[in-house]
């Protein structure tokens, strides 16, 4: 291997570990009084209901386990992405997330194996009291994607430890914390 071919790959290492990492959702604000104590996440009347997450025209596609129950998968990847977003999250005041996921638009495997793109997700947020069922705050076409790694660059992520499921769920942590530290 060349000098310059390792440099590359060194430099395509580094740059791949700085872009991980939890969100840091800020304590202050609206958000800063609540513990998010429950979740729940659902799929919007835009993606159908027996949406298979393999057809490209859809607004659902996800392939991250290569089979199985695709729209659980999701599910378990907002709720590992919420704890993620909320985890810091410590005020007096318990409260539910509930989110409508509006579009699930991961890469597709031939995406991933050649080019690069974007995971665009996106979803409804909405902030509710649980005792009292009244809402604190909430946010239409919340965007919580990112840029998807294909080819090359996601092949050093991949061995890097860093592959489509943990980027996905960064982007949704982090647009969750993102939201919530504006309000």
């Known amino acids: 291997m060349s000098i310059l071919a390792r440099l590359v790959a060194v430099a395509g290492l580094v740059l791949v570990s700085a872009c991980g990492g939890a969100p840091n959702t800020p304590s202050t604000g609206a958000a800063g009084g609540w513990t998010v104590a429950d979740s729940s996440v659902r799929f919007g009347p835009d993606i159908e209901r027996t ?4 057809n490209y025209n859809d ?12 729209k659980r998968q999701v599910v378990g990847l907002f709720k590992a992405a919420i ?3 909320t985890g810091n999250l410590s005020g007096p005041q318990n409260v539910m997330l509930k989110v409508v996921v509006t579009r699930f638009h991961a890469m ?4 991933q194996t050649w080019c690069c793109g974007e995971h665009n997700i ?15 705050a909430s946010g239409n076409d919340i965007y919580l994607g ?3 790694l294909g080819g090359l660059p996601g092949i050093i992520a991949t061995a890097a430890g860093r592959d489509q499921t943990v980027r996905v769920r960064e982007g949704i942590a982090t647009g969750i914390a993102n939201w919530l530290a504006g309000l």
Do not use: Q
């Open 146 to 148: 990112r840029v998807a």
């Open 51 to 54: 949406a298979s997450g393999t």
């Open 108 to 111: 597709t495997p031939s995406a």
């Open 122 to 136: 996106v979803a409804n947020l909405e902030v509710v009291d649980p005792e009292s069922g009244s809402v604190l």
């Open 59 to 70: 607004n659902f596609v996800w392939d991250g386990y290569n089979g199985g129950n695709r």
């Open 83 to 85: 704890g993620d977003a």
